[in-house]
């Protein structure tokens, strides 16, 4: 497979490593750009091919991958729409907000379209990453899934509940991390020096979701296993949840998915 990744920010980061990582592509099969060409040279270094020039990127790829803000969408779009050819060429899309018609719009009606919203975890393939397909082969379908499938997991939703997906998924290993943090300084509140606290909160994070992944187990039925009667987790828990754990977390992810649906119309 030969790559395009149309701007080498965060995500367009991850992304390059993640499919390098995963064995998908080679260095020297992945065109990188963005404008600030000297932000290009630790791509260089690590055998990318790199370049300010979108549409020759494109040109000699077979999937391109739209890695730049939903406000830097529309530019790229027009200047990368002569030269898409749809018969030989996928695009993928990880830009927040951008329905694929609002691409098909730009692109053209033949144009061969993926959504895909994961997260920085591409980088140490554990992303997971949530697929919707326009005008997509079932082919290309399977090869996308297959892709994001070796940098983590991948699950193909309706593109309705695409912002839905970047609140809970892209947006969302921010607030797991924020999670963390806050675990690890109370960690260190009760005696711990601060790496062993973040090292202690991470694992114990890992462990969690393990055993919801791997048992295919309720949250809820996992934490009866660890509340002893009158002991300590229960006073925890419930201390938390006065103090509205829950909700929070609930606010604040439908804040990010009523955000992640207007960012594109800014
Ligand atoms: N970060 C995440 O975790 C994440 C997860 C899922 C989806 N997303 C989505 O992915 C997109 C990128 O997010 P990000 O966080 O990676 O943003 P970012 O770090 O700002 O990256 C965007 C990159 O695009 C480059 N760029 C801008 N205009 C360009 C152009 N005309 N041609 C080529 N490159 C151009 C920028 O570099 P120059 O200024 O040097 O051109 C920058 O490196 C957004 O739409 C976001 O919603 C992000």
């Known amino acids: ?20 990582e995963s064995g998908a592509a080679v260095p020297a ?11 290009l040279a630790e791509f260089a270094a690590e055998g990318f091919i790199t370049g300010t020039d979108n549409r020759e990127a494109v040109r000699n790829a077979d999937v391109i991958f739209l890695c730049i803000l939903p406000q830097q969408l529309n530019a790229v779009l027009d200047e990368i729409a002569p030269m898409l050819q749809a018969q030989r060429q996928l695009v993928v899309s990880v830009v927040t907000g951008a329905h694929s018609s609002d691409l098909r719009r730009h692109l053209g009606d033949e144009a061969r379209i993926i959504r895909a919203m994961p997260n920085t975890a591409l980088r140490v393939k554990a992303s997971m990453t949530c697929l919707a397909a326009s ?3 079932d082919e290309d379908l399977r090869f996308v899934q297959h892709l994001f499938g070796t940098m983590g997991s991948s699950i193909v939703i309706n593109e309705e509940l695409m912002s839905a997906a970047t609140a809970l998924c892209a947006c969302g290993i921010a607030f797991f991390l924020r999670s963390i943090r806050a675990a690890a300084q109370g960690g260190v509140e009760i005696g711990f020096h601060a790496h062993d606290a973040i090292t202690i909160a991470a694992q114990t994070a890992l462990g969690a979701a393990q055993l919801l992944l791997q048992n295919g187990t309720h949250p809820e039925e996992e934490i009866d296993k ?16 006065h103090q509205g754990l829950s909700s929070a977390l609930i606010k604040g992810i439908k804040l990010s998915a009523s955000i992640a649906g207007e960012l ?3």
């Open 1 to 20: 497979m030969k790559a395009a990744i149309i701007g080498a920010g965060n995500i367009g980061r991850a992304l390059a490593q993640g499919l390098v």
């Open 29 to 39: 099969a992945i065109t990188v750009t963005r404008r600030n060409s000297a932000a």
């Open 135 to 137: 005008g997509a082969t």
């Open 226 to 241: 660890v509340t002893s009667p009158k002991g300590c987790t229960i006073a925890g828990l419930n201390e938390m949840e």
């Open 264 to 266: 594109y119309k800014k």
